[in-house]
T-cell receptor, first 109, second 111 residues
Framework: EDQVTQSPEALRLQEGESSSLNCSYT??????LFWYRQDPGKGPEFLFT???AGEEKEKERLKATLTKKESFLHITAPKPEDSATYLC??????????FGAGTRLTVKP | TAGITQAPTSQILAAGRSMTLRCTQD?????MYWYRQDLGLGLRLIHY???????GKGEVPDGYSVSRANTDDFPLTLASAVPSQTSVYFC??????????FGSGTRLTVV
């Protein structure tokens, strides 16, 4: 069965303190690994798709990387507005995107 | 602004009553989905539709039904609500294997 595990559950950083979020996955035939950002009271917002091991994607202070077993979301010099829950999801088949429980990130000024 | 509109935003529902959660998209995406989000469990797929006229079951379909009469609308119906259906419900759409676009959610409390 496809599984997605995110760690840590929660992360508190000082503004400017870089760190990484982890997404470990078990899936038969990965078609894509997705990262989303979710703000309180809102729906998830799509950030990145990674398709194969070694691939990297960047957007502002965020960089996502992918290996055969896990993905990392690196946050460089975070700002308070980066505070949110970050969700990882894997897709092996159409109509079957499996989500992790998320990492709740808080960035203090 | 293009996207997904969900209604209502929140609802308190008596156990045993029925309710339909509405979802409309204006992006002409073929695929649409209903997820529920519960603390510690993440998002779980309830039902999906690949195109108008077709639907399929996800991971947690029991107690829910859907229909897809046209491309834009994908309502979710609870025939007889139970307290375990208390959750936040998200509708989403996608274009084949791309990332999903989500609505803002419906917070449902069954008492």
């Amino acid at each position: 069965e496809d599984q997605v595990t995110q760690s840590p559950e929660a992360l508190r950083l000082q503004e400017g303190e870089s760190s990484s979020l982890n997404c470990s996955y078990t899936v038969s035939g990965l078609r894509g690994l997705f990262w989303y950002r979710q703000d309180p009271g809102k729906g998830p917002e799509f950030l990145f798709t990674l398709y194969s091991a070694g691939e990297e994607k960047e957007k502002e202070r965020l960089k996502a990387t992918l290996t055969k077993k896990e993905s990392f979301l690196h946050i460089t010099a975070p700002k308070p507005e980066d505070s949110a829950t970050y969700l990882c999801a894997v897709q092996a088949r159409m109509n079957d995107m499996r989500f992790g429980a998320g990492t709740r990130l808080t960035v203090k000024p | 602004t293009a996207g997904i509109t969900q209604a209502p935003t929140s609802q308190i529902l008596a156990a045993g009553r029925s309710m339909t959660l509405r979802c409309t998209q204006d992006m002409r995406h073929n695929a649409m989905y209903w997820y529920r989000q519960d603390l510690g469990l993440g998002l779980r797929l309830i039902h999906y539709s690949n195109t108008a006229g077709t639907t399929g079951k996800g991971e947690v379909p029991d107690g829910y039904s859907v229909s897809r009469a046209n491309t834009d609308d994908f309502p979710l119906t609870l025939a007889s609500a139970v307290p375990s259906q208390t959750s936040v419900y998200f509708c989403a759409s996608s274009d084949r294997f791309g990332g999903y676009t989500f609505g803002s959610g419906t917070r449902l409390t069954v008492v």
